[in-house]
């Protein structure tokens, strides 16, 4: 059996020593991009692996013409298939993603195995306090796995660039749905927006109102109920957040539903405002 979108931690429990499984924590804080690292190493979920948001999971690197390409871009596509070799993974391997922040990280590593065409990839439900919820043991041990002879595949994850977004300003024939808190979406977060607003046209939906209580997602029908009227041809919408990490949160809410087909817009926020020749709407 291949979980593609969720796990939860009893399922994971029964197979965390199961040689063609890969688990992945992805704690991070985008203040203090040293502390998932920290985390990790003050306990972990036993033989996973730590993955960088800030150094695997993006390509800091400008645009081929110096272009700023927001916070946390993508790496190339090989770039990260060589990452996930050396994590280990192969071509039949299931990948497991964590966080202790409802999915806001591991959603993006999911994504990205499905963007390289790795579709045995999915996020712990819950995270980290679902596994601790259930008294099941943390390690310091640090996962030594041989390396995996995983191969990129065709993908039907698609993303779009900020020229896209652009050209879609007039023709809007696509909806953008942004993911950021509505304190950020409307302009009024100066700390993590320094430019406040949003793309004009853009719609919010807070990756956080994705989840429970608990910190796990929402029931499949729940979620198909509350994203339908934002996805009524989810192939035409495009998601986006500040620095496209937690619109992957939106993306795989949308795969539960049962409503898969959105692109990602990379660069976000970050990227879009860096250049004050395009439009900015607040409020909202």
Known sequence: MQ?????????????????????????????????????????????????????????????????????????????????????????????????????????????????????AVAVLDGGLMAWQALDLPLSTDVAARPRGNVEPHPSRMTTVTADDIVANLSQQARVVIDARAPDRFRGHNETLDPVGGHIPGAKNRFFKDNLQADSRFKPAEQLRTELAPLLPSPENAIMQCGSGVTACHNLLAAEIAGLPGAALYPGSWSEWCADPSRPIATGG
């Open 3 to 119: 979980y593609t979108t969720l796990i939860s931690a009893t399922d994971l429990a029964r197979h965390i020593k199961d040689a063609s499984w890969v688990v992945l924590d992805c704690r991070h804080d985008l203040a203090n991009p040293g502390a998932g690292h920290a985390a990790y190493e003050a306990g972990h979920i036993p033989c996973s692996q730590f993955a960088d948001v800030e150094n695997e999971l993006s390509d800091k690197s400008p645009g081929p013409n110096g272009e700023f390409r927001g916070r946390h871009p993508l790496p190339e596509r090989n770039a990260f298939v060589e990452t996930l070799r050396r994590w280990g993974v192969n071509h039949g391997s299931q990948v497991v993603a964590y966080d202790a922040h409802g999915g806001m990280f591991a959603a993006r590593l999911w994504w990205m195995l499905h963007w390289v065409g790795h579709d």
